[in-house]
């Protein structure tokens, strides 16, 4: 079973600049969330993408946007970058949409904004 | 007011020690409750994922869910360095998950 990967690992922009992340879902899932981690913080719900539409999405301004692809792997872009974008970001697929279904990380992209 | 509240620690324990992990919220229409560990530099590992209030045991976690009282707890029995971590509660509400700020465990050899 492979599990989520995200790319790249690491990625230092500066501010005003646009970001784009890579995630491919675990097999079997067709639904990736995307989550926040500042700094000794939990995860923060950005939005969730299922069947290709966004399928939710948290207290996050329009300039962080998403993509799925038919494959189920999904981009999260980030325009007009700011400093307190600066965290963890982290893929995360379910299966189905279904409500509560656990979710499964990645190992994150650390996004560092100067 | 978060509506997942989690001491953040650190804590600090002696090898072999049970280890007990709490959160409590405030939104009763929190209907899944769950625990991930957290290495560093690592995403977070799904531990346990449960439903009704009461019990549930895998190996030596215990996770405890008490929905009158809006607190879940998270219990490790004969606890192991490479268990040193920190542990996120995490609830879910229809799509999206609630994460408290995590606790940070050091089980010291």
């Known amino acids: 079973e492979t599990g989520v990967t995200q790319s790249p690992t690491h990625l230092i922009k500066t501010r005003g600049q646009q970001v784009t992340l890579r995630c491919s879902s675990q097999s079997g899932h067709n639904t990736v969330s995307w989550y926040q981690q500042a700094l000794g913080q939990g995860p923060q719900f950005i939005f969730q993408y299922y069947r290709e539409e966004e399928n939710g999405r948290g207290n996050f301004p329009p300039r962080f946007s998403g993509l799925q692809f038919p494959n189920y792997s999904s981009e999260l872009n980030v325009n007009a970058l700011e400093l307190d974008d600066s965290a963890l970001y982290l893929c995360?697929?379910?299966?189905?949409?279904?409500?509560?279904?656990?979710?499964?990380f990645g190992n994150g992209t650390r996004l560092t904004v100067t | 007011q978060k509506e997942v509240e989690q001491d953040p620690g650190p804590l600090s324990v002696p090898e072999g020690a049970i280890v007990s992990l709490n959160c409590t919220y405030s939104?009763?229409?929190?209907?899944?409750f769950m625990w991930y560990r957290q290495y560093s530099r690592k995403g977070p590992e799904l531990l346990m994922y449960t439903y009704s209030s009461g019990n549930k045991e895998d190996g030596r976690f215990t996770a405890q869910v008490d929905k009158s009282s809006k607190y879940i707890s998270l219990f490790i029995r004969d606890s192991q360095p490479s268990d040193s971590a920190t542990y996120l509660c995490?609830?879910?509400?229809?799509?999206?998950?609630?994460f408290g700020t995590g606790t940070s465990l050091t089980v010291i050899p």
């Open positions: 995490a609830m879910s509400r229809g799509n999206q998950f609630y």
């Open positions: 995360a697929s379910s299966l189905d949409g279904l409500n509560n279904s656990p979710l499964h």
């Open positions: 939104n009763s229409a929190f209907q899944y």
